[in-house]
């Protein structure tokens, strides 16, 4: 039996990353996005750690995530429960990591066939 990589491009995978940018099927993008596996991408209007606010993280409520991979940014940096507490509401988990961390994992849980949000912090 031949075993080979599905390379339908029809889920949203990181394709690439660096400090002030990520790749999302080759599509860079240099700003804060909400990212699902067969939705399209959506910018999210946050700039800064320190300006997050539950509506941020309750934008993702309509996406229907099973649990949300938030990267913090070039370094781990975990949000209050109040900021999560829409999603945490819905039973939604929300796992966060820092930015490199939180692209690898979003492709891994996406290629598992997991319904995964990536909300990415892009910091100005």
């Known amino acids: 039996m031949k075993l ?15 400090a002030d940018y990520v790749e999302i099927n080759l599509e860079r993008h240099n700003g804060s996005i909400l990212v699902m596996p067969d939705s399209p991408v959506q910018p999210w209007p946050v700039n ?10 309750a934008a993702l409520l309509p996406l229907k995530p099973e649990v949300v991979v938030f990267g913090s940014g070039e370094r781990l940096r975990f949000p209050h429960p109040r900021l999560t507490a829409p999603l945490s509401a819905q039973r939604i988990g929300v796992e966060a990591m820092d930015f490199k961390a939180a692209c690898r994992t979003y492709n ?3 290629a598992e066939g997991r319904r995964v949000a990536l909300a990415l912090l892009i910091e100005a």
């Open 4 to 18: 080979h990589q599905d390379s339908s491009g029809a889920l949203n995978t990181v394709t690439g990353y660096g």
């Open 48 to 57: 800064a750690f320190d300006s997050l606010t539950p509506d941020h993280f």
């Open 108 to 110: 891994i849980l996406m």
